[in-house]
């Protein structure tokens, strides 16, 4: 079955540091998103691409990157780790087409230290 | 932009009662509206969704929604919960000139007493 998987699902990170959390989705959507949630702001959006060498900055971008170098991953990097970006990172794809249900990975929970 | 708000965050509510959600977005224009649900320790799921058609929209395990245009709102209902049920729950946008991207609410945690 087509699935989108996160990796890894759990990662303590020392401030400072470079993480790089990845995404893969074996559906072939040319839609792939990042988002972030945390309590009381629901998921707010990172960083999103609609294709290959497409990426597009978010509501809340800052101190994250992702490039796009095939249809099936995009992912996730925080340059320099800080304690404001533990939170859970939730990966998601979907079809071309406007108002095309988005499917969610399972999360990654990352806590910077 | 559009934005997404759910008036109640934590729901607290027995097996069998009735149960509403809020959700109001603010966009004037055409949107298509979710509700994506999230059992502990798991990822979103789609509830339910609407597109256009009948306003009132059912979804998996007895979920639905009603889409009321002329108040921006989007409310999830169940007439009876179970134990199973508690999760939070988040309504979610996508206007039609925001791409694909989905604008999601802060969430309401719902917790069902047996």
């Known amino acids: 079955d087509a699935e989108i998987t996160q990796s890894p699902r759990h990662k303590i990170t020392e401030t400072g540091r470079q993480v790089t959390l990845a995404c893969h989705q074996t559906?072939?959507?040319?839609?792939m998103f990042w988002y972030r949630q945390d309590l009381g702001h629901g998921l707010r959006l990172i960083h999103y691409s609609y294709g290959v060498q497409d990426t597009n900055k978010g509501e809340v971008s800052d101190g994250y990157s992702v490039s796009r170098s095939n249809t099936e991953d995009l992912p996730l990097t925080l340059e320099s780790a800080a304690s404001s970006q533990t939170s859970v990172y939730f990966c998601a794809s979907s079809p071309d087409s406007f108002g095309n249900t988005i499917y969610f990975g399972e999360g990654s929970w990352l806590t910077v230290v | 932009a559009q934005s997404v708000s759910q008036h109640n965050h934590h729901v607290i509510l027995s097996e069998a009662a009735s149960l509403e959600l809020g959700c109001n977005y603010s966009?004037?224009?055409?949107?298509?509206l979710f509700w994506y649900v999230q059992y502990p320790g798991q990822h979103l799921q789609l509830l339910l969704k609407?597109?256009?058609?009948?306003?009132l929209v059912k979804g998996i395990k007895g979920f639905e929604a009603e889409f009321i245009k002329s108040k921006f709102s989007f409310n999830l209902r169940k007439p009876s919960v179970q134990w199973s049920d508690t999760a939070e729950y988040f309504c979610?946008?996508?206007?039609?000139?925001?791409?694909?991207?989905?604008?999601f609410g802060g969430g309401t945690r719902l917790m069902v007493k047996p």
């Open positions: 979610a946008v996508n206007a039609n000139n925001a791409g694909n991207m989905l604008t």
């Open positions: 609407y597109f256009s058609g009948d306003p």
């Open positions: 559906w072939n959507h040319n839609n």
């Open positions: 966009y004037g224009g055409t949107v298509n």
